[in-house]
C-alpha cells in the first residue's frame, strides 16, 4: 500500500508536528522526532517541523518560525497524543492561540488536525503489534488477553473514551480471547490486570506515544513486572520476547504504540482528513 495514499503534494502548506516531550527523559522526543522526520522524507509539504511542549524544541517557537514564512498559505498542526484530552483540546491551542480546526493568523491559514488516537487506521497499528507479539512468544491469541493500558485523568472526562474507540474497533476483528482497557490513574486500575483479565497469556500494550516516564518506568511496576522504577534497567528485560511469570500467568508487555513506524502513515492520514476533509478524501479513493 502506497505510504503516500493518494495525498498531492502541498507546496503551500508545512506541519508543525506538536508533541509533549518530557525534561527528565530524552526517550520520550525520540518517536516525534522519527516520524516528523519520515514526514519530511515523503515531500509532501513545503516544511515538516517538530515542536514540545516541556522540551527543545520549544513548540511555540517552531510555531512563529513558520508564521515568519511568507510563502506558506497554510500551517497543519498535527498533535501527537493519542487520547483526545487536556492536552490537545486544551493546552496546545491555548499555546497557539488557535479557536477551531481552521484559525486564521496573520496571512496564514493555520489547521489543527485531530489526534492519531481516533483515526481509524490505529485499529491496524494496535492489531500488528499484538500479533508480533503472539507470533513471537508462539501463543494461541484465542487464548490471550490483550490489555490496552492508558493514563486516565479526572481533568479531562473523554480521556477514556479515545482508548475505549480502538479498543472496541480490535475487538471487533475477534482476534483475541479477549481486549480490555485498564488505567494508570481511573479505574479499573492496571495494576489489577490479573482480576481484569481472565486467560493464561496477557499482552500489555502501552496506549502511548512514547516509552517515557510512564510508559516504561511507572507501569512496568503496577504491572508487577518490576519492584521499583529504575532507569537504568536493560530494556531487553522489560521487553522480553519470553515474557514474564506473574501472577500465575505469562504477561508479555510491549513498547508503547506510538513508537511503531507505521504510526507515521497513521498521522499521514490526520493530515489528509484536516487537508482534504474525509468526504473529499473518499471521493479521490
Not at 7 to 17: E, G, I, K, R, Y
Not at 28 to 54: D, N, Q, T
Not at 110 to 119: E, F, R, T
Amino acid at each position: 500500500m502506497d505510504d503516500n495514499l493518494n495525498f498531492s503534494p502541498q507546496p503551500d502548506c508545512a506541519v508543525l508536528l506538536a508533541a509533549h516531550g518530557a525534561s527528565v527523559n530524552v526517550d520520550s522526543a525520540k518517536p516525534a522526532l522519527r516520524h516528523a522526520a519520515r514526514l519530511r522524507s515523503r515531500r509532501l509539504f513545503a516544511e515538516v517541523r517538530c515542536g514540545f511542549w516541556k522540551q527543545e524544541p520549544r513548540l511555540t517557537q517552531e510555531f512563529a518560525a513558520l508564521l515568519k514564512r511568507s510563502d506558506l498559505r497554510r500551517i497543519l498542526v498535527l498533535p501527537f497524543f493519542l487520547a483526545e484530552g487536556y492536552f490537545s483540546q486544551e493546552v496546545i491551542p491555548q499555546a497557539l492561540g488557535l479557536a477551531r480546526t481552521s484559525t486564521r493568523v496573520g496571512a496564514h491559514e493555520v489547521i489543527y488536525a485531530s489526534v492519531p488516537g481516533l483515526h481509524p487506521a490505529l485499529a491496524d497499528v494496535l492489531v500488528a503489534r499484538a500479533r508480533r507479539m503472539v507470533a513471537c512468544g508462539g501463543l494461541r491469541p484465542e487464548d490471550t488477553s490483550l490489555v490496552l493500558v492508558g493514563h486516565g485523568t479526572d481533568r479531562n472526562s473523554r480521556t477514556g473514551e479515545t482508548l475505549a474507540l480502538q479498543l472496541e474497533r480490535v475487538r471487533k476483528r475477534a482476534i483475541f480471547g479477549e481486549c480490555v482497557s485498564a488505567f494508570m490513574e481511573m479505574e479499573p486500575l492496571v495494576a489489577r490486570w490479573s482480576e481484569l483479565t481472565r486467560f493464561p497469556q496477557v499482552l500489555v500494550v502501552p496506549f502511548f506515544v512514547a516509552n517515557g516516564l510512564h510508559a516504561y518506568e511507572d507501569i512496568p511496576v503496577l504491572l508487577g513486572i518490576c519492584d521499583k522504577v529504575d532507569m537504568s534497567r536493560p530494556r531487553h528485560f522489560i521487553y522480553s520476547p519470553r515474557g514474564h511469570q506473574l501472577r500465575g500467568r505469562r504477561l508479555w508487555y510491549a513498547p508503547s504504540i506510538g513508537t511503531e513506524p507505521a504510526m507515521t502513515r497513521v498521522l499521514l492520514e490526520c493530515a489528509q482528513d484536516a487537508i482534504l476533509g474525509p468526504v473529499a478524501k473518499n471521493q479521490s479513493e
